[in-house]
């Protein structure tokens, strides 16, 4: 008996042990599935896998993404180059604002084909330059008043020379560049007249200096010597005015030349140096 329940147990136990084998390898399977499917769930929850749809969403939405940023590029540019126009535009008008800003020069002007004239009077300066074809050479008759000022300076004790007189606009091309050259244009600017624009071209104008103290021609120092004193007081009595005083740059556009002398003839000259004023301002052309 015993065996025979042993056996008819070991037969009993290797049924149960099938059973208990296919039901585990039937959990596991079970398990597995469920497994799989959360994991299949769970993947396409993360990756959304109503994945066509999504794709083509983003890919959709990435095609708007990119378009709007090259359409700011673009945008982003235009302003930059609009606010690169406005910045030239400003220039632009401050320098039609303020014409005289470049040096008492108003930029871009062209020599005109006429000299300009205003009551009588031959003008060359920063506004009104000269035709680069006026070729006058040095007046006659402004020598001539000056020979005889210097007569008389000599009889004062003084011996002038008159050492630049007429001088031609590819003279005066050149003496500019040169000052350039040296000096920038913006100091140049101050002492030497762009071709076209200078007084000498009118055969008008007389740079003075002393015989014998050449190291003061063309210096301030000429004005505070006792020739240089004698010609502020008696020039216009020969037609003469000093041309470019002290502190009126803003309105000759030169600095103070203590040797430049412009010929007027003796009335105007002498009307000039009473009323104290530039001839710009004796003009009303300032
Ligand atoms: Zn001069």
Do not use: C
Not at 109 to 134: C, D, H, M, R, W
Not at 156 to 177: K, M, P
Request: hydrophobic residues 30%.
């Amino acid at each position: 008996m015993k065996r025979t329940t042993t056996y008819g147990n070991k037969n009993n136990s290797k049924k149960k042990y099938i059973w208990f084998g296919a039901s585990v390898v039937v959990i596991l399977v079970a398990a597995i599935a469920v497994f799989m499917y959360l994991k299949q769930n769970n993947l396409n929850n993360q990756t959304g896998v109503p994945t066509p749809t999504e794709v083509v969403e983003e890919e959709k939405v990435e095609p708007n993404d990119t378009k709007p940023i090259e359409e700011n590029n673009p945008p982003s540019n235009t302003p930059a180059d609009e606010t690169d126009k406005t910045d030239i535009n400003d220039q632009e008008q401050q320098q039609e604002e303020q014409p005289t800003s470049n040096n008492g020069y108003i930029e871009g002007q062209p020599l005109p084909t006429e000299p300009t004239v205003i009551e009588g009077v031959l003008l060359a300066n920063k506004k009104y330059p000269l035709p680069s074809t006026f070729a006058p050479g040095e007046s006659k008759e402004a020598r001539k008043a000056f020979e005889q000022m210097a007569a008389d300076a000599r009889i004062a004790g003084f011996e002038l020379v008159a050492f630049s007189t007429y001088r031609s606009f590819e003279y005066q091309d050149t003496l500019y560049n040169n000052y350039v050259s040296r000096d920038g244009q913006e100091n140049a600017d101050r002492y030497s007249a762009r071709p076209g624009y200078s007084e000498h071209q009118t055969g008008l104008a007389f740079d003075i200096g002393e015989k014998g103290k050449e190291d003061l021609w063309l210096t301030e120092e000429f004005g505070e010597t006792e020739a240089g004193k004698w010609l502020v007081v008696n020039a216009n009595k020969y037609g003469f005015i000093l041309r470019y005083p002290q502190g009126k740059e803003a309105i000759t556009g030169y600095m103070y030349e203590s040797w430049h002398f412009r010929y007027l003839g003796v009335d105007l000259a002498t009307k000039v140096k009473q009323a104290n004023v530039t001839l710009e301002e004796y003009l009303g052309i300032q």
